[in-house]
C-alpha cells in the first residue's frame, strides 16, 4: 500500500459520500468478506454505503454479517443501476478486470463516481483512480485489514474481524497455501482478539453440505481422468449430473483440489456445464512451479493466480476436454 493511495483514500473519505462496494461475480469468501468488512468501516465513517454483488453467491456464504443487506443485480436491475450512476465513489474488490463483474461492466464503467481499486490478482486493467494491487497478498481481506488497521485500528470490531478472518480462510485454504505468511497469522491474531471466532467461521463455510452436494462429489471424483504420462487429472460435471443431485450454488466449490491430494499430482482441472448460459465453467489448480494464471489466459480466456485461476469455453463439454488435452500436450515439457 502506498503513499500515493493512502492519501488519495484519506482525503476521498474525510467527508460523507456515496459509496458502492462491488465484489466480483459468482462471490466467493474473500470477495464478500472484503466487501462487507469495508462496508461496517465505512459506515462507522458515516458513509452511505452498498454492497452490490453482480449475481447471486453460495448459501454457504450467508451468514456472514451485513450480508442480509447485499443488492443483487439480477434481483434488481433498476436499484442497483441508480445506486451505480449516484455514487461518489465506487469501490471494486478481489478483481482487477471490469470484465469480471459482467453484466454491470457497462454500468461502472460509464459511471461518474471514483473508481477506487483492492485487489490481490495479477495483470491489473488500468480504470481506478486509486489502486492498492498486490499479486503477493494471500487475500484481499488481508488487504482490507492493513488498510483500515492504517487508517484506524480501534475500527476493528467483532463484525470487521468475522468478515475478514472469512476471506483469509478461504483464499489461503485454511492458511496453508504459500502466500499465506507471518504477516497473514498476525492479521488473523488480531482478528481472533477482535472478536473473529474461527471454529464457527470453518463450521459455517466447510461443515454445511447438503447430503446432494455429497452425491455430487462423488460423481466428481468418479470421473476422474489422469492426462496419460503427465501429472495432471480434470473432472467434469454435465448438466444432467448436476441435477440428478439437485445442484446449487455454491456445490461445486472446492471439487477441483481433490485432485491435487494425488500424490505426484501438479495440475488439477474441473469442467461444469451451464446449460442456461451455454458454458463450460473451467476452474484450475496448480502445486509448484507450473502457473494455470498463464494457462487460463493462453487457453482459456480466464485468469487468476500462480495457483489457482478459473476460465471458460463456450463449445460442448467433449469438444471442451479435447481442446483441454490438446493444450496440456502442448505444455507437457514444463512437467
Ligand atoms: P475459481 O476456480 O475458484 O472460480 O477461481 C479461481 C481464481 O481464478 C479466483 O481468484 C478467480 O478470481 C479467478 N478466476 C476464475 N474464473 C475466472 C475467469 O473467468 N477470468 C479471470 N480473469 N479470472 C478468473
Ligand atoms: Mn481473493
Avoid at 478481489?94 to 459511471?111: C, G, M, P, Q, Y
Amino acid at each position: 500500500m502506498n503513499e500515493l493511495f493512502i492519501n488519495g483514500l484519506k482525503q476521498r473519505i474525510a467527508t460523507p459520500k456515496k459509496v458502492v462496494i462491488l465484489p466480483h461475480r459468482n462471490a466467493d469468501g474473500d470477495a464478500l468478506g472484503s466487501t462487507l468488512a469495508l462496508q461496517h468501516f465505512l459506515i462507522k465513517m458515516n458513509h452511505e454505503t452498498v454492497v452490490i454483488s453482480p449475481n447471486d453467491y453460495p448459501s454457504f456464504l450467508k451468514w456472514l454479517p451485513g450480508e442480509d443487506q447485499i443488492l443483487k443485480y439480477s434481483n434488481t436491475p433498476k436499484t442497483v443501476r441508480d445506486k451505480i450512476r449516484e455514487a461518489d465513489l465506487i469501490f471494486t474488490l478481489d478483481f482487477n478486470s471490469l470484465s469480471r463483474i459482467e453484466d454491470l461492466t457497462e454500468v461502472v464503467k460509464n459511471a461518474s463516481g471514483e473508481k477506487i481499486m483492492i485487489d490481490h490478482h495479477e495483470a491489473p486493467e488500468d480504470y481506478a483512480v486509486l489502486q492498492y494491487s498486490d499479486p503477493n497478498m494471500s487475500s484481499t481481506c488481508e488487504m482490507v485489514y492493513k488498510l483500515i488497521k492504517t487508517l484506524d485500528a480501534n475500527a476493528i470490531d467483532e463484525n470487521i474481524a468475522n468478515c475478514l478472518y472469512t476471506g483469509m480462510m478461504t483464499d489461503t485454504g485454511s492458511f496453508r497455501y504459500p502466500a499465506t505468511t507471518s504477516e497473514t497469522h498476525r492479521a488473523v491474531a488480531h482478528l481472533i482478539e477482535a472478536g473473529a471466532n474461527g471454529t464457527q467461521i470453518h463450521q459455517n463455510i466447510y461443515d454445511s453440505a447438503s447430503f446432494s452436494r455429497l452425491k455430487l462429489l462423488g460423481i466428481t471424483l468418479s470421473n476422474l481422468v489422469q492426462i496419460p504420462n503427465l501429472p495432471i487429472v480434470f473432472m467434469t460435471l454435465n448438466q444432467n449430473e448436476l441435477e440428478s443431485c439437485e445442484y446449487k450454488k455454491g456445490d461445486t466449490e472446492g471439487f477441483v483440489n481433490y485432485g491435487l491430494s494425488l500424490k505426484g499430482i501438479v495440475f488439477s482441472c474441473i469442467m461444469i456445464e451451464n446449460e442456461n448460459e451455454g458454458k463450460i465453467k473451467m476452474s484450475f489448480r496448480s502445486q509448484g512451479t507450473f502457473s494455470v494464471n498463464d494457462f487460463a489466459r493462453t487457453y482459456f480466456d480466464g485468469g487468476g493466480h500462480h495457483n489457482a485461476a478459473g476460465g471458460m469455453s463456450m463449445e460442448s463439454m467433449e469438444k471442451t476436454v479435447a481442446r483441454f488435452k490438446k493444450a496440456v500436450s502442448e505444455i507437457s515439457d514444463q512437467f
